[in-house]
């Protein structure tokens, strides 16, 4: 249809409108739709019938309202079969929709719903959660448990995307935290390249920091922040603000007494995620709770592993006296005072 030879013709035209609105080209289709308007009326009924759907379909998608209403007006209903007249309804309630009449919209999405048709009615769904959402009169509990069974039925287009866009934004609006990462991932596999997986995304990494940095993770039992963290810890933001993440977790699990899901924490962070000045503090950190878990071997064994020069006076002090508590609590008494008999006060 895009050939030299045709690609003016109108009646070539005419049929890229319902070519280019499947493969969701929807200007193309428009102007498709615009330049071919005058002969369509020329081929049969159900040639009509998809040639306005998709042009209907196409000027919503490109914001158009006016032309949509226009080419709406121009279907017969009475020709139309059961899923015709909910494909109908349903483009009646977006135009409702698109010009602010919610009220309208949502009684039309009602019809499309009792209809039962599949595709029309799962849509109607989603769009009557929107438009509650947008009403502020959508309940997220509800909203969640509906939208959970309509993505189990509903696979595979643009239409799923959004519609686990939405279930993820329900489960953290409830504090459904798993799920909605579960949500997240789903969608990460099954639509990598639709722009709603990025916001997605970017909605987890933000959900999943705040968890550990602000406090919100305080509301979950500690084995199930942790389980919560270690499943999910792909959305673990780089830098400072992910390893702060990592060293308020391990301060959770040390105040409940998880010390060796602690240490894990700190050792994963020492061996992936951090260098220089920065890996020493940690390794610190580490050799405490170590110390804690009456595992000296495990203390000295992190600071040697993290052991340069250059060290700020602070650090380099802190982890003397550190491997000095380490070698005593190791029975290696002789070692810990070569270390403390040139340091000066209390702690030594």
Do not use: C
């Amino acid at each position: 249809l895009n050939s030299p030879q045709i690609a003016e013709m109108a009646d070539a035209q005419m049929w890229r409108v319902m070519a280019h609105t499947d493969a969701g080209n929807y200007a193309a289709a428009r102007a498709d739709a615009l330049a071919s308007e005058a002969i369509y009326t020329d081929y049969p009924d159900w040639v009509r019938q998809d040639f306005l759907f998709a042009a209907v379909t196409a000027a919503l998608e490109t914001g158009d309202t006016e032309t949509a209403s226009r080419f709406l007006g121009q279907i017969t209903t009475s020709g139309l079969d059961l899923e015709g007249l909910s494909r109908f309804e349903l483009l009646s309630a977006r135009i409702d929709e698109a010009a602010g009449r919610f009220d309208e919209a949502l009684d039309t999405l009602g019809q499309v719903i009792s209809i039962d048709v599949r595709p029309t009615r799962v849509e109607a769904i989603y769009r009557t959660m929107k438009i509650l959402e947008r009403m502020g009169r959508l309940d997220p509990a509800r909203a969640a448990e509906t939208l959970a069974t309509e993505v189990m039925i509903w696979r595979g287009d643009e239409l799923e995307a959004d519609m686990l866009q939405l279930l993820a934004e329900q489960y953290f609006l409830t504090a459904s935290y798993r799920e909605a990462f579960e949500t997240v991932q789903m969608a990460s596999v099954a639509h990598p390249d639709d722009p709603s997986t990025e916001r997605m995304l970017n909605q987890a990494r933000t959900e999943f920091a705040d968890l550990y940095l602000n406090g919100l993770a305080d509301s979950l039992e500690p084995i199930d922040a942790l389980t919560l963290y270690y499943d999910f810890r792909n959305l673990t933001p780089s830098g400072a603000r992910g390893d702060e993440m990592i060293r308020n977790l391990a301060r959770r699990l040390v105040k409940v007494d998880l010390l060796e899901q602690a240490g894990e924490l700190l050792r994963y962070q020492i061996d992936n995620r951090l260098e220089g000045a920065a890996r020493a503090q940690i390794a610190a950190d580490l050799a405490i709770v170590h110390l804690a878990n009456r595992d000296p071997e495990k203390s000295l064994q992190a600071l040697r592993d993290t052991r340069i020069s250059g060290l700020p006076p602070a650090l380099d002090r802190q982890r003397r006296i550190l491997e000095a508590r380490a070698l005593i609590d190791a029975g290696r008494d002789e070692l810990a005072l070569d270390i403390l008999s040139s340091m000066d006060g209390r702690d030594a």
